[in-house]
């Protein structure tokens, strides 16, 4: 499997770049998967704008982003948290996203985690960042993990300080990866169900 991982923050001493590289280590240690790890700074863009689409057409760090999210199995996001929602500059990237089609980001397992200095660790954030995901069709793991009083959270070799974090980001990763990992969809079984039923009565 291809596992693509990037933190939503442009800041180079971000917490969610530190916990995103964790994330990583994490799923290398699996030693089963293709890991990506980006800069979300690799993927400039401007802020979303009918006219630069319709004159420009669509910028190249937004088609590189789209690859990645192409070419992944699954991906892992480290959001921060924005006065109780979501980085603009992330949300501007999704929008840029689902301008294409195919939308890349449809039907891929996607895993949003964060790392905020308040006390509820991104979470707030985190129910804003599934919104348009859920709404371009991606399958979000329903799962939660966020790091509070991230200033205080990692150590000086930008590691967790709390061995019980660690723990329960491992797990939630790998259930996350083993969920992702399998190849058909309930809505795949879904249909094959519909097509059967539709077969056995079309032989009555």
Known sequence: MKIFLFAASLRRGSYNKKLIRIAAEIVESMQLHDVELHEFNEFPMPMFNGDIEEFYGIPEGVLKLAKK????????????????????????????LSRLDPVPVRRKQICLIGAS????????????????FHILGAFVYPDYFGVAHADEAFDENDKLKDPKQLQLLTKIISD?????????????????????????????
């Not at 200095?117 to 348009?132: S, Y």
């Open 69 to 96: 999210f192409e070419e992944a199995d699954a991906v892992i996001i480290s959001s921060p948290e924005y006065n109780g929602s979501m980085p603009g500059t992330f949300k501007n990237a999704i929008d840029w």
């Open 176 to 204: 996350f990866i083993h969920y992702a990992s399998r190849t058909e969809t309930p809505f795949d079984r879904l249909g094959e169900f519909f097509e059967e039923q539709q077969k056995s009565q079309s032989h009555h």
């Open 117 to 132: 200095p308040g006390r509820l660790g991104a979470v707030r954030g985190n129910i804003h960042d599934r919104v348009p």
